[in-house]
């Protein structure tokens, strides 16, 4: 099946520190790629919807200079959380889609914890 | 707004039994419905769809069932396996966009 890698798996890192995570669809070119955040026992929270060569369209509510979203090529997207501080530590899931409807694709997440 | 519910936060089932996973929701708008499996420390993993025009799939193990009137949707699963054991989302699509459940834990005892 179609595979997605994600990288890193987990950051520890202290208060103030901007966070890069990357999200790679490995074989197959994915047109739009989605950003997730979840929190214990909630479900998947759409931070992000990014299509290649334009801007990402954020949903209400999170903050785009804080969480800066580049997907420059139709393989690549990549997350950054700038200064992050200890209420940004969450577990963040991308996924990449061909092209819609068709199923999305997901990461193994990143597990972000802020000191 | 939820508009995709998992009304059952959790489900056991026997190993070998029937597991049915439920969920509903508000948006006719939705074309696509999908289940995903997801394990702790990882991302979901898909599982099966449907289009709106169906109201059946099957994909081995898994059916999933449409009820466009009912606005509701489930995920058979038979016979259950230990393996099952996971954390499944039912997701629905529109606009570019998908719209995600809380999740039901199933758990099979062997």
């Known amino acids: 099946g179609a595979v997605v890698s994600q990288h890193p798996s987990r950051v520890i890192c202290k208060s103030g520190t901007s966070v890069k995570i990357e999200c790679r669809s490995l074989d197959f070119q994915a047109t739009t790629m989605f950003w997730y955040r979840q929190f214990p026992k909630q479900s998947l929270m759409l931070m992000a919807t990014?299509?290649?060569?334009?801007?990402?369209?954020?949903e209400q509510g999170v903050e785009k200079d804080k969480f800066l979203i580049n997907h420059a090529s139709l393989t690549l997207s990549t997350l950054t959380v700038t200064s992050a501080h200890p209420e940004d530590s969450s577990f963040y899931i991308c996924s990449a889609m061909a092209g819609g409807p068709q199923p999305q694709h997901f990461g193994d997440g990143t597990r972000l914890s802020i000191l | 707004d939820q508009q995709v519910k998992q009304n059952s936060p959790s489900l056991s089932v026997q190993e070998g039994r029937i597991s049915i996973l439920n969920c509903d929701y508000t948006?006719?708008?939705?074309?696509?419905f999908l289940w995903y499996k997801k394990y702790p420390a990882e991302g979901p993993t898909f599982l099966i769809s449907?289009?709106?025009?169906?109201d059946k799939n099957e994909d081995g193990r898994f059916t999933v069932f449409l009820n466009k009137s009912a606005k509701h949707l489930s995920l058979h699963i038979v016979p259950s396996q230990p393996g099952d054991s996971a954390v499944y989302f039912c997701a629905a699509y529109t606009g570019n966009q998908f719209y995600f459940g809380t999740g039901t834990s199933l758990t099979v005892i062997p």
């Open positions: 449907i289009s709106s025009i169906k």
């Open positions: 990014s299509n290649e060569g334009s801007k990402a369209t954020y």
């Open positions: 948006n006719s708008m939705f074309d696509y």
